[in-house]
Every structure is written in C-alpha cells, then in structure tokens.
C-alpha cells in the first residue's frame, strides 16, 4: 500500500539551478495537487490537476511548472531555484468524490542557498 | 475568498486531559467539508477527522470529535484523554467545489500541541 510517493526527500539546491520534485500514486486517484509548507504559514497550494492531461495555478505558483501526462505522476518542476522557495513540499491525491480528503505524500525538505 | 483561522499558535495538555483546539472560517459556500489533519514530527500529514457541513452531527474518531458550528462558521477538535502520541502540528482545512470536479483544501497556519507527561 504505497499510497503517494515523493522523491527525493531532502534536497539542496544552488540559487539558479532547476529541479523537478517527483510525486506518483497507486490508488487511481484523478486530483493531485502539490503545496508547500512554509513556518506560521501553512500549507499553500502550488498548482493541481483534476486529470491526465489538466493543471490549473493555486495560490503561490510563480516559479513552478506542472505537468500531467499519466494519472499515476505529477511532478513539479523549478526552472530556477531562489531562497524564497526554500520550504517543504508535499504532494497530495483524492479520488473524485472530495469527501475524504486528500492523501499526503511524505514530504520532500528543499533548501536553496 | 476562503480562509481559515486557528487563533492558537501552540497549546499544552496534560498526558489524559482533554484539549479543544480552535478553528473558525470563512466561507459563502453552502456545501464543503471540514478537515483536522495530524503533522507529527515525522512531517507526515494524517487526516484525523472529517466532517461534511450538511450534517448537524458533529464527527467522532475514537477520541477525537468536533464541535461544528456552520452559523457561527466554527469547527474545534477535542481531543479526549490525551496521550503523549498526540503531541502534533494539528491543521484545520477547509474545502468546497470550486469548480471543473475540484475540491481544493485551503488551510489555516496550525496549532502546535504539546502533552505534558
């Protein structure tokens, strides 16, 4: 029972290099969503896909692209990293009906210095 | 838009006391969902309890159940007999249809709670 995987689980990066946070599910969820953990603030939603093939923005997604080619992976991807977006991420996945929420991956620490 | 509000930054119970955590939102929506989520030190991020805001009956999970007030657009968690496994980042989160099939969890920034053996 996997449920939603995330690699890597830390990382550091140099300001400029670019990156991509990978997250998978098994459970034939069609939502994923990615957000980020930042101290005294939650979490915030990056961007997330309603299906293969469909992404949409949430609430902090400059500097962040996605991509949905399969049900199974949305990976995340930093085209140049900056020290604002040094935080923890985490994947997440639903199945259509919202009423139980979202299954979180277990997180992936990304330092930029 | 949505918010959520947790007033209380961090809180400590007493290892078997009972704790309420607070939780107030925001919201036009007539139809959402209420969600307690778990952040242990593990970072790992647990649904605790869940509660669907067209039921007047407040949601129990063994020792954890909610005081949902949708006129006053409050939503506490309980923790009852308390034990030193529950010291825990909790988060309270909000989600409503917003739209293309999406559910969208918006959350508030957490309470930290601490057992005190």
């Known amino acids: 029972n996997a449920g939603v995987t995330q690699t890597p689980k830390f990382q550091v990066l140099k300001t400029g290099q670019s990156m991509t946070l990978q997250c998978a599910q098994d459970?034939?969820?069609?939502?994923m969503s990615w957000y980020r953990q930042d101290p005294g603030m939650g979490l915030r939603l990056i961007h997330y896909s309603v299906g293969a093939g469909i992404t949409d923005q949430g609430e902090v997604p400059n500097g962040y692209n996605v991509s949905r080619s399969t049900t199974e992976d949305f990976p995340l991807r930093l085209l140049s990293a900056a020290p604002s977006q040094t935080s923890v991420y985490f994947c997440?996945?639903?199945?259509?009906?919202?009423?139980?929420?979202?299954?979180f991956g277990s997180g992936t620490r990304l330092t930029v210095v | 838009a949505q918010t959520v509000t947790q007033s209380q930054p961090e809180m400590s119970v007493q290892e078997a006391e009972t704790v309420t955590l607070s939780c107030t939102y925001d919201?036009?929506?007539?139809?959402?969902?209420l969600f307690w989520y778990k952040q242990p030190p593990s970072r790992q991020m647990i649904l605790v309890i869940r509660?669907?805001?067209?039921?007047?009956q407040n949601a129990t999970e063994n020792r954890f159940s909610v005081n949902f007030q949708k006129a006053a657009k409050s939503f506490s968690l309980k923790i009852s007999d308390s034990q030193l496994g529950d010291a825990a980042m909790y988060f309270c989160a909000y989600s409503y249809y917003s739209g293309a099939g999406s559910y969208q969890l918006t959350f508030g920034k957490g309470t930290k709670l601490s057992v005190i053996p």
């Open positions: 509660q669907e805001a067209y039921k007047q």
């Open positions: 997440a996945s639903r199945n259509r009906d919202g009423h139980y929420g979202y299954t």
């Open positions: 919201t036009s929506e007539s139809d959402y969902y």
């Open positions: 459970m034939n969820h069609e939502y």
